[in-house]
């Protein structure tokens, strides 16, 4: 059974090599890519999402798809090679592949509102590569999870601490950016790393915390704390959808249309902005910063913070919620006077 799942990794592998290749083929040469089924192929890969931090999406598919062919057949040709930590780490790489393209695939749904039939296709490929690495994977790899768990947790609370200090420095730029109402081309470009830099975090901190659980799937699941904890990350994805996928973008799109030299003002918004932006900005901010905090204090203090109990643990978190949030709208209605005087 391993050998036919790792062959079908593999062919799975050149189909997403191919479709990778042909992707960046002719976006390289500037020709309308072919999109079936009435797709948006070209409004997509050429939108402000098709670089993560800088490097073309269809980039770094290549580099996966190879490295996923190549390492399996690898397997196939010396099947004693094959140790737990390969298939983790095999594991890994196909589980990251699956999280990005859930991000990609969130991003067509709900931003760019545009599908690409072959990133379909593609996010299809990965989910079918991790499903074929796992069923042929044997689980041999959980002790070796269980035996590196304080490296686990070592990654887990560094991912949650990076999510922490971007959320920290994303409230700052926004509300630095609310009191003039102003953003400059520098700005909206750090809030756009800023966001992947979140998106990034988060999806680190699913992987290794699944490093964490599955070991000790038993006990993990009846603790309260990790309960709340999945709870809080479940709310930092939604939250997270809403600011970096609908409020953002929007400074970020102004920088990039108008490009102005740096250091100058990208966009200024006008009186008539303010009720289009509404009071939701006020509330995901504060909310996205709370979050990542209760996240990364619950990863710190598991164990104690679990002889609370599920139910204390939901008010604390919940009516710090109300706090920021009342906070929040509090400063847009000031603000709203303060703007209604222009």
Known sequence: HKMFFNSIVIVLAFGGFSLAFYIYKTKKANKPLA?????????????????????????????????????????????????????????????????????????????????CTWCLVSASLCAGIFAFSFAGSGFGFLSLLAENRNLFLAFHLLSVSIGVGSAVISDILFFKFLKDFQISAFEAGMMKFLSQTMWLALGIIIMTGLGLYLPHS??????????????????????????????????????????????????????????????????????????????????????????????????VYFSALFVVVAAGLAISRTLKKQVSKF
């Open 35 to 115: 999109c079936p089924m009435d797709g948006h192929c070209d409004a997509v890969i050429h939108s402000d999402y098709s670089r993560f931090f800088g490097m073309p999406v269809e980039f770094l598919g290549l580099l996966y798809y190879a490295t996923i062919a190549l390492i399996y057949i690898f397997f196939i040709t010396f099947p004693n090679s094959i140790n737990p930590f390969s298939i983790f780490a095999v594991l890994s790489l196909s589980l990251a592949s699956v999280l990005f393209s859930a991000y990609l695939t969130f991003i067509q749904a709900f931003n760019i509102k545009r599908w």
């Open 218 to 315: 038993e006990h993990l699941k009846e603790n309260p704390a990790f309960i709340m904890k999945m709870i809080i990350l479940a709310i930092i994805v939604i939250n997270g959808a809403f600011l970096n996928l609908l409020v953002l973008p929007r400074m970020v799109k102004a920088s990039l249309e108008n490009n102005p030299p740096e250091g100058q003002f990208a966009y200024s918004y006008e009186r008539s902005d303010l009720p289009v932006l509404g009071r939701l900005p006020f509330a995901l901010g504060p909310i996205s910063l709370i979050s990542w905090v209760s996240v990364f204090l619950l990863g710190l203090f598991l164990d104690k913070a679990a002889k609370l109990g599920l139910s204390n643990l939901a008010l």
